[in-house]
């Protein structure tokens, strides 16, 4: 048995120097807290992993967070996982949504009227490895999730054009599987994995999907690598479509590149990067405003913009 113990402080401090005084964003906080953890080896197939943490956050006061996890391996080539547990975060301004918007006309959070959002989550995943030959080699991983969280801090705007934090009366609830599976042959390495996530919005006993969230998506590398030498990789991405948030549907989309690293010497090493090879824009095959250029009305992105980019470097490995 194994025991771990430990404490955290975690202090946030910004100050608002620019902008709007009427809408200062200015905030600080502080988190204090303790955790155990505790890894129990319950018998030869059996592992049992527990854990319990305690956070006093200065806004919105106390939290309990326990957490498990159950190992269950009956021999060398599958493994079968349990675990769950409970999580919070404490609202901020920082967001990708405020982010999205240059931080521009966004009121301020009301803390004493809000409350942290909290989250339960478990999952149960499944390992197996098979030696197919001498020289061939499977690994593969099934996951299934489900995590709920309640009281969901959303941004929208107001009457006045201005942006505001709003705690509706419900929960986002995802729900789905992710599966992977590594084949291994000498130099080469192929991973190809799937992702189903199922995600909605429970609001005032309404149910709808959430924005912005690939239901399906699809990764691929196919790798060569000379180890100490160098490797090359080529990866493939889908991503199916998407709920906007104005009530429409995005198109489906591939993303593919190449990546690749030589090593130079001990320390030094060159990359080269060709993203994006298809070129894949959203302006290409959908729009990103409505009206004309002159008022234009934005839509959500939810594919790439930037289109085809090529980047390389170096590194130094001391």
Do not use: C
Request: without cysteine; charged residues 20%.
């Amino acid at each position: 048995m194994e025991w771990i113990v430990g404490g955290n402080l975690w202090t946030e401090k910004f100050d608002q120097r620019q902008g709007d005084p009427d809408n200062d964003l200015s905030f600080s906080n502080t988190t204090t807290g303790v955790f155990v953890q505790n890894t129990w080896n319950m018998a030869t197939q059996w592992t049992l992993e527990t854990g319990l943490r305690g956070d006093y956050q200065s806004q919105y006061g106390a939290y309990l967070l326990p957490r498990f996890s159950l190992l269950y391996e009956p021999n060398e080539r599958i493994t079968f996982r349990t675990g769950g547990g409970l999580g919070y975060k404490t609202p901020t301004q920082f967001t990708e949504d405020t982010e999205r918007l240059h931080f521009r006309n966004i009121l301020p959070i009301d803390f004493s009227a809000t409350r942290a959002e909290r989250s339960t989550g478990i999952n149960l995943d499944v390992n197996y490895k098979w030696l197919v030959t001498e020289e061939l080699s499977l690994s593969t991983n099934a996951l299934l999730f489900y995590t709920q969280i309640d009281d969901p801090m959303l941004l929208q705007a107001n009457s006045n054009g201005m942006y505001v934090f709003t705690q509706p009366n419900g929960y986002i609830n995802t729900q789905g599987l992710e599966a992977n599976m590594k084949w291994t042959y000498h130099d080469f390495k192929l991973f190809m994995g799937y992702t189903f996530a199922d995600v909605k919005e429970h609001y005032d006993s309404q149910e709808s999907e959430y924005p912005l969230v690939a239901k399906h998506r699809l990764n691929n590398v196919l790798m060569y690598e000379k180890h100490g030498n160098f490797w090359i990789g080529l990866e493939a991405y889908y991503f199916s479509p998407q709920k906007l948030s104005d009530g429409s549907t995005g198109k489906s989309y591939w993303i593919m590149g190449i990546m690749s690293e030589k090593k130079i010497g001990k320390y030094f090493s060159l990359f080269l990067n060709f993203e994006n090879m298809l070129d894949t824009r959203q302006t290409r095959f959908d729009t990103i405003y409505t009206g004309n250029i002159s008022d234009p009305q934005f839509r959500d992105i939810y594919a790439p913009v930037d289109g085809f980019v090529v980047n390389g470097g170096f590194k130094l490995s001391l």
